[in-house]
């Protein structure tokens, strides 16, 4: 397209100059406007090709922007008998369970973000049950050892704090922090100190994340999204990803208005 303009350019400041400069030769000016005119077609055409392709990148960007949904059997003890931690009413009609990992920046932007709205408006509102359970990847070194203090804090009533912290903090995880926030909570330090060396809670990592590999996540944050009933989570969808306010609402909303 530049060669093209470049050309149109040029044999327009040589027109005039053809003109004012030798005595008129009709024949040669009406070939220069007949090259430019189809210089011009030419360009239409490359122009509009142009066109067409920004608009299909636009429409495959978009189909790559949007979230990708995928279809879960319905799950059995989803809430692990009550021993995993939750917050909402127990009486809800529909429960997401994130997975997680305390160095993942993109649940760190899940949870600054997005978390207080859906705590706001579904949560606290009793329609949604909020569960969570821990997926810390490999390759994040701290995120297990953060994990079991965050299910240590659980055992004493203040996780959801103990999360807060951690994520706040996902730079600087370790023993120390998690000693100091526990002190900061007013847990039993004893007690905690010793939960953080109880090899069954490392094990129930493991089971969390042999249960998020079965279910084929594969990163963090994965959330199952699906409607409670009779003790089981049925139409379950796994969303995978930091995905807007909007995305899990519309989910909530089309789970909240199918009939039992």
């Known amino acids: 397209m530049l060669k093209y303009g470049k050309s149109i350019y040029t044999m327009l400041l040589s027109i005039p100059l053809i003109v004012g400069c030798q005595p008129a030769n009709d024949e040669k000016i009406e070939s220069e406007l007949a090259a430019l005119r189809q210089e011009v077609k030419d360009l239409k055409v490359q122009v509009e090709s142009i066109n ?7 429409e495959n960007a978009a189909k790559a922007a949007k979230p990708k949904f995928r279809t879960l059997p319905d799950q059995k003890d989803f809430d692990g008998n009550g021993t995993i931690p939750s917050m909402g009413d127990d009486n809800a009609t529909i429960a997401i369970i994130e997975f ?38 490999g ?24 999360r807060h912290a951690l994520f706040s ?13 526990a002190s900061d909570l007013k847990l039993d330090i004893e007690k905690f100190s010793a939960c953080l060396e109880d090899p ?16 084929g996540i594969r990163g963090t944050p994965s959330f199952v999204v699906g409607r409670i009933e009779n003790g089981q989570l049925v139409g379950a969808q796994l969303v995978v990803g930091a995905q807007d306010y ?15």
């Open 169 to 181: 903090n996902m730079r600087n995880l370790n023993t120390a922090l998690y000693q100091k926030t």
């Open 100 to 137: 997680s990992d305390y160095q993942c920046p993109y649940c760190k932007r899940f949870t600054d973000n997005t978390f207080a709205k859906i705590k706001q408006n579904y949560v606290d509102s009793g329609k949604v049950k909020y569960l969570t359970r821990d997926f810390p990847l």
């Open 52 to 58: 067409s392709d920004i608009e299909l990148a636009k």
């Open 246 to 260: 909007r995305v899990f609402s519309a989910l909530f909303d089309d789970l909240l208005k199918t009939p039992k």
């Open 200 to 215: 069954q809670m490392a094990e129930n990592v493991e089971n969390d994340i042999a249960l998020a590999s079965t279910l």
């Open 139 to 162: 390759f994040h070194p701290q995120a297990k050892g953060a994990a079991i203090a965050a299910n240590c804090s659980f055992k004493q009533g203040e996780y959801w704090p103990m």
